[in-house]
């Protein structure tokens, strides 16, 4: 921040369209690009032995697709499915993986005079995942960065098995 | 050649038409000449040409006007001295080899076109610069060629089309396995002309191809590979012995150097094979091997031309020419006129000529080569992962379908006319799905003939007489199972022949043929793949194994075990040591990597053996690793697969039959004989299952030696599944091998058993000391 230059620079990359989804009442948004598809909340087989966050895996027309809640890999409470939960599908450095969400909101175009820096909140790892923060209507929706998100220590300790 | 010739053809690709002419052919004898004479007149007027080659052009020329004036006396004589003598143009202009570095004609590199498709069958232009045509013309130079001459050998040039080289990188395996295969066939039978010409041929092939693509150095070693060849194709020598060797390790050095072609290809440091240059010497100079006199053959059709043989040419001039086997196949008669049999251009020394069975039927060969290569050409290349894609889809629609005809609207007794379509497609997607699993069978025979190659090398080292016999080599397995399957059945072939096998003296002492006997034989039972491997050697050492599984403390004791359990010791890892402990398992290269390996095809190894009179190895795969056949159990809400291959039997266990040890460990009693009981619920952390056995159901799980018994809430149905992996976001989990799409559309994960049985044995020692099993430590990341 004390370059301005440079948060200009950050802002208009983190500018563009976003999906943006409710996970406990907080609006969170995932860029465009990375979204597959949304779906409606599927049977999902558990897998046993794996991380908690990994719900299990679903069946997306014929490829297997594990799924991650959102909600328990950022460390919130787990919360029954409901016909608003969705699935949203999005691919990660060739990595497919489902997110188990609360709701689908919206496409937002995300304007760079909209953005600001994510502020830090003491928790290191999390703040990892922000692009950033969007204001406008008087909301405030989280920009995710998904790939960090995939790609924390855990997941790829997995991809290594 | 192509009916119109090229409107110019360079020196090289007119050396080597002529080389395959024959004197009746006037037409393009004429054309040659012509050719020639343009040749002629354009090197008259520059300078800077090499007057000897000129002056040998004219010479030439001379030779085939007398040849079409139609006057002569010996047409054939003709066309080869102006073949020769246009040979050694093309020798003498070459950058290498024989002739002094001054008489180079550098431009003549570029001058040679990059051949159309249609003359690869031909030999190349650029192949002519290392034909040794330049050594037996001239009989005084030494006979060792020094090494200079490859030193402009390229491995892989940089600026190929990837595709191309690829589809050349498959194809020459394809060809030096059928070479090999063929090569071993002559082997028994040295006079199997199909055999002499399929290793020709794949050297032939292999040459022309690559020489096109620039691999100067595959190249030039199936060139020169070739021209052995066609001394025994030619009935000048016989393919024994010697011979026979030579030609195998020239298939060996091929492999090799294709392989180092490839790997340069995919970028890595690559060079040539050790021995390259020994093995190219070796098989130009073939000649100097000890001659074996062929038996007079009876000769069907005598060869016109050895009348008029003159001494002046060894043998191996012929080795560039017959670009076309004797036995034509259609493809190469597309390029030019079949003619077989033909008189070879030159003729090799009387002294050495052994009437050549090259004629013996020449129709009947041409006809079956016409038919091998007619299946080939019905074939298309299809990248395996379309081929995975297209079974996954299929899969996909067979739930689809099933969904559709369990519909309630669909099944409904109203509607006939619906029902009977919807009958009517089933039936379609079920003959889709038989197909599309069909595509990807392949028969064993390549592996089955690596086996026999290596059998036969094991057996001459360790101065074993065998033969190897094979049955069934047309059985087809799943593509991707092929490679895998092939390194136990290596092992153990090796193992057959080098420790099963009993030397020639110790078989004659104990009463049995000199000659051991393995036999590899596969066949299809009951949905699954069987190979047996057998030998009638010495047998497995059960007193030995025994003692040595007691030893390693693998066993406490012998008591209660089956003399197959017994047998089963020899693939427990950590059995086999460097001293040489029974027949089979001498070297210490365990076979617990073959039973590894075969479980991880979800195969079976069974053994009998029986002391002095051999073994059998038997050897039960399915047929495909994307389909598997499971029993699908629930407990509480879940479903779960369990391969139908590890479940012994499953029962509903009575009170008495249930106990505990030290108030932890629980057991099952079954005939007598306890097992441990694991609970499936408490091992995957799953809620609502039934808690009391004698409600629920035990399954029996047997892995190797040893059996456990699985708690389930209850049997499905047993069903075959489409196994597919988990993907790399959740990776390997222990317990897991595998998810599958179900009946419904939901993921049922299919059970790994022995991972299973080892989670629930860590999981039962790690709780030892504390309460039974925490339920939570289910969900703990493996």
Known sequence: ?161 | MPKKPPPKRSLPVLASAMIQLTPDEQPEIAAIRKDLAREFDERSLDRTAPEDVTKRLGEAIAQLDALLAGDASDPARLLRTATDLVCETTSSEAPPAMQDASSLAPRVESRAPIPSMASILAPLPSMAPMSPVAVSLVPERPSRAPARIYRRLTLMPQDQDAELVNEFFSEASEHIAAAEAALLTLEAQPDDMAAVNTVFRAFHTVKGVAAMLGMTAVAQLAHHAESLLSRIRDGEIRCTGPYANLCLRGVDMLKETVASAAAMARGQRAELPDGYFELVDELMHSDTLQVEVAPPVPVAAPLPAIATAPAVAPAPVVAPAPAVAPASSPDTAATRATRTPKPAPTIPKPEEVAPAPVSASPETQSARNGAADASAQDSVRVRTDRLDRLVDMVGELVIAHSMVSQDSHASAASDVELSKKITHVGKIVRDLQDLSMSLRMVPLKPTFQKLTRIARDVARKGHKNLQFLTEGEETEIDRNMVDAIAEPLVHMVRNAADHGIETPEARRLAGKPEQGTIRLCAYHMGGHVMIDLSDDGGGLDRERIVKKALAKQLITSEKGLSESEIFQLIFVPGFSTNEAVTDVSGRGVGMDVVRKNIDRLKGRIEISSERGKGTLFSIRLPLTLAITDGMLVRVGQERYIIPTRDISLNFRPEPEQLSTAVGRGEMVMLRGNPLPLFRLHELFGVQGAVEDPCQALVVVLHDGASACALLVDELLSQQQVVAKSLGPAVGQVQAISGGAILGDGRVGLILDPSSLISLARQRRASSANGPRIEKQAARMPS
């Open chain 1, 1 to 161: 921040m004390t370059e301005p230059a440079n948060l200009e620079s950050e802002n208009s990359r983190a500018a563009g369209k976003y999906l943006t989804f409710v996970l406990a009442g907080e609006e969170y948004g995932i860029g465009i690009l990375k979204v597959q598809e949304i779906i409606g909340f599927q049977p999902i087989t558990p897998v046993p032995g794996v991380g908690a966050y990994i719900d299990g895996v679903f069946n997306l027309r014929g490829k297997i697709i594990p799924v991650i809640d959102l909600r328990v890999k950022f460390g919130m409470q787990r919360q029954e499915r409901s016909r608003e939960t969705c699935i949203i599908v999005v691919e990660s450095r060739e990595l497919r993986v489902g997110l188990v969400v609360d709701a689908v909101s919206e496409v937002r175009d995300v304007k760079s005079e909209e953005l600001e820096a994510m502020p830090n909140l003491g928790f290191e790892a999390e703040s990892d995942y922000f692009l950033g923060i969007c204001k406008a209507n008087g909301k405030v929706r989280f920009l995710l960065d998904i790939d960090r998100v995939l790609a924390t220590e855990d997941i790829l300790a997995l991809r290594r098995l």
